[in-house]
């Protein structure tokens, strides 16, 4: 039985770079093709990883037999050509985020993996963090208790994108956290308002705001043209609250036993008085967290699943439902801001059923192959 | 000719002591009378300060002679009543903020006031402090060149109000603030969303969202349910930014002589190509601040206004503009964070001319009632 | 039998008011007689306490039978003859930091208060701080191990002071914290380096190192000239470590669990090998704490050992210790930073029987009196 | 003529690494031989650089012609033996801090690289920051006024050394800015305490400080043993005061327009009076830095320097004067604390005549070698 990934990977610009290295390393795995429309980025990207074809033609690549897996670090409007491509071929997926720029690509893509029976995998590699795990597993096991809101700042005087707005540029990072820590619940509506400056025809500036159900908020505030650097998370639950500022160099969760309660009154009509409100002050926690390169964890869970059956932390659902509400904000900005009401997971399934993936068939195919 | 200002006091709770205080050391004007709705608080609040009158009779205090000017600093929805009252006794008048809570109140009371040519003006105590005085003289002064943005964040674990929400809590500071800095700009629209948590009626949570124009944002998150305390506005302009960060002890205001700039580009249809971006990354800068508290600044000012025929920062208009804002944001909450349509200055001019007070006929009356 | 303390206060400059206004509100105690050589100083301090004496004769409010303890707020160089006057009049006495300026007068207060059966005491604020007391807590229950180093750094833009050093100034702070935390183990020696600056004759920067044994530091550096305001005491022990940072509006003590072990090696000339060092990083925490102002905890301390007989956090003993180790870092400066022995407490018990005071016979003096 | 150094690196542990990529990306310089006593890391190191000979023999790399300089990186007992045998062979030669563990070895290096004629460096990596260059230049300039202190403190839960004192490992870090930032003045006397913990023999925790005539004072407090990481120098000057804040992602220096001055005063027994302090509190600056990685300057100079005869930032001397105030700061810490006395330049100059190496002569040498 074959217990070995080929990678293949497709653009070695700023992010490239970093898959092959940690692809790599991996026991289990090993980088067979790199691929750039700059050879001369593909061959330093390859530089001493062993791999037999660094090459300028994608289709070469997805072709070769030893690939297993194709991993997408493409610009994102090319991202659902080549994965459309390698998923036709057999090939197991990972797409860098966005997973694609439209809703009806993303769709087509879960749908044609789940028919090739490839696993496909999308890198929002914040969820491959310790501190967004542990956020997660604070909120599963009831720690925080209800979540109440989450509010993300991600800004600083960022790298301008020709071709996208910031929101489609940085709002995914917090979406795919937001995603993750909530387990995968899907918002309500989405409202967004945007503006573009400094010469530029895309939003550089932007505020998502996601809603689920009447009371628990979502909302991000993404920049590429603030005076410094925040990379902050904060989420109020009614047991305790957190932040996440990913900008400390250690203890960047920090865990506050605070909150209020307002004891329920009697009479209706009445409003509540200061006595019926009382404020908890409590310890303040940051545990250790695991500090393992969030890229090295990633690929790690992506090769055990491909050759276990195991599932992986972002896979194409999580990708779809990142890009549904990166669509329903940038509709709310074209829209001035009025919310846009997303598809319930209901009518989601009735158009386009999202059957789970066979692991076993997955790791059948693969040995098929060998 | 009378050269003093006797300062009644209505409301001795929270903030209305530090008002007493401020008054009672000014040289040309002194605490003549205290209110309070408990004797005891009244009582403690004018110990020391030579008022002849403490009472829990607030019609007592407006009728004498001897009081010129009224501070109104009773829960929010008495405001109205009780300015109302002074202005028609021909008293000048400062309200806390908010001003009122209902639009036409506000209107009403500017209106009042110029009829019987008396200051009205609002404790907008920011605008009184050195920070913001020197972001609104960089903003005019045009260092900062083309205002892009205003981000302001007020949060804590915070005194939950049992009659308003936090947007009419919290978001006057900030709007006060960005009114202030851009010079009394009114907004096209506003939007907010909010959520109402740990058994409250009341959001303590929002977003508060301006649009001036198609590209100048000004965006406010207040919070009553955060686990530390934040309150930071950062303003991006074309030339410079600069981060507001009041709870430093120091160094409170960051000027960042950062920016981007695009070039323009000859084929409208093309992307443009990161050679086009450049960056400016030059000095960091905190200027020396004006650190007098804000009360005195505010107190001055206003003896000086009613004695001599000044203005003050924070005028009936202003306390009007921040009321139209908040109403527009609590209308958009109630709507599910649809935009509000504000009225144009021209709008509301037709609707209530707003003459500009004659300051000479304020001094006018003050030394003819002597 | 009498449960009331009546208090008199001699000194009403920086921190005299904040005496009067924490004792003024004590159930147990009031305030009855205040002292200043400047009597407008005395009477603006007295004001709304009640107080039947305001006077510029500390003689006179020390002979008033109603007196029972004597706050000495005065300089420095007056606090010897003014507790003296005091114990030999039979009072109780509270002396601002440092006791005295001379290590027999330190002694002789000492021995007196013994002789007179009253309690003498002295303002080592910080001890009766909810962090200082929380560090005390978690040295005695072994939390976190043996003590290795404490480094203590209170340094800003101060105000210079006349009369003496920043040593005598500053330096008394951190010792009397140093000291509580280590339950009032005495130094084997005391160096110091200091250097005056500005046209100044006294030290306005300078660094005290006390030796515990021969592994174990105390250091502080305490500076009158330093661009920015630092406060912050690092405690270093074999199992755990913290930090204290009193600037900080919250989380002001941060407990580290972090550590290194050394395995000891069987060969007595090897270099122990990198093998040989484990390094332990795991959580941090900053435990709630009292946040009742300090001078008040004190205030209810102190009335609480004279009316019931127990002890105070810093007694005369605190108070002689702290004023040995200012007087040797003061000779040690003078001698160009030798280290200065001090006197092991055998000796010092030697020369000067300290005696506790039994706490009864204060309560059965007090009752005596009334 | 030959405008190419050929570089040789002999070991290739913690930082070797990065000193051979720095050399391989030089114009005018590359990796001709790689060297570490485990032949695997020299390869490693080596990888791409095209360096000639990999190898595990010192004395090959050292002899071969094509080597100009040689880079040793070796553990510090090595460097004076690698050193010497390397100038014996007439190349030039970067020996990392602290130059060596004696004395009498640095200064003999200084003398036999003077009698060769080659250039001696020493990788005090610090003196090539940004942050630092723009100290010395404000010092120089005479922004900051005399200098009344430095004070330096280098803290974190570091890496335990198994054959030297935390003094000898961290230290030479702020010794070389202090050197460098005062243009290479030397101590009157240094004096140092220290001590070890967690079963080492090693002290884990100093304080060194150094003397500049009677007044001026450098400080400097290195610890392993810390709960958090500080890497912060502090300098006060009669003019303004600065802060360099090396854990700061930006902004690392800060520029405080602060300081005291105090009027001398006639009466020469009088204290002074609090009005005749004044106290400036002006803006606070955070200037642009050269914000290179301080190795690729450092190369940059060092080859320069070699090809053209420039000097480099931190020569021979600078290494012997800080080797110097290191082995004097040991000898304190053996004497308990006692001050140790440095040779002044004139008697260090009797004993060991430091010629200036004439530029031209390396060059030369260089030269006729092609």
Avoid at 315 to 335: C, F, H, K, Q, Y
Wanted: charged residues 25%; hydrophobic residues 45%.
């Amino acid at each position: 039985m074959k217990k070995h990934v080929g990678v293949g990977i497709i653009g070695c610009g700023y992010w490239g770079p970093n898959l092959v290295r940690n692809f790599a390393r991996q026991d289990q795995g090993s980088v067979v093709a790199v691929c750039d429309a700059q050879l001369e980025r593909a061959e330093r990207a390859g530089a001493g990883t062993g791999a037999e074809l660094i090459t300028t033609d994608s289709s070469r690549l997805i072709a070769r037999p030893d690939v297993d897996l194709v991993v997408v670090a493409t610009p994102s409007r090319t991202h659902y050509r080549l994965a459309r491509e390698a998923i036709a071929a057999g090939k197991h997926v990972l797409i860098m985020k966005p997973m694609t720029t439209r809703v009806d690509e993303a769709e087509e893509l879960v749908t044609l993996a789940q028919a090739n029976g490839v696993l496909l995998a999308v890198d929002h590699t914040f969820v491959y963090t310790g501190a967004v795990r542990k956020m997660r597993s604070m909120v599963e096991s009831g720690e925080l208790g209800d979540i109440y809101y989450l509010d993300s700042v991600r800004i600083n005087l960022g790298l301008f994108q020709s071709d996208v707005n910031v929101i489609w540029d940085l709002a995914p990072h917090d979406i795919s956290i937001i995603d993750y820590v909530l387990g995968g619940r899907i918002p309500d509506e989405v409202s967004a308002i945007g503006a573009a400056h400094a010469g530029s025809r895309h939003e550089n500036i932007a505020y998502v705001t996601m809603k689920y159900g009447p009371n628990v908020l979502a909302h991000v505030h993404v920049n590429w043209l603030a005076p410094a650097k925040v990379r902050r998370t904060i989420v109020g639950g009614s047991r305790k609250m957190l932040i996440y500022d990913d900008v400390q160099p250690s203890e960047k969760l920090l865990v506050y036993d605070r909150g209020v309660t307002i004891a329920p009154w009697e009479d209706p009509e009445a409003v509540y008085s200061s006595q019926m409100v009382s404020y908890r002050s409590g310890d303040m926690h940051a545990p250790r967290l695991d500090d393992r390169e969030a890229l090295s964890v990633e690929a790690d869970e992506l090769i055990a699943a491909i050759l276990y059956g195991g599932s992986v932390a972002a896979d194409g659902a999580s990708g779809l439902r990142a890009v549904r509400i990166l669509d329903a904000a940038e509709r709310s900005v074209r829209d001035g801001g009025r919310p846009v009401m997303l598809l319930t997971p209901e009518q989601v399934t009735a158009a386009i059923p999202i059957v789970p993936a066979d692991p076993v068939d997955r790791v059948a195919r693969l040995n098929a192959r060998t």
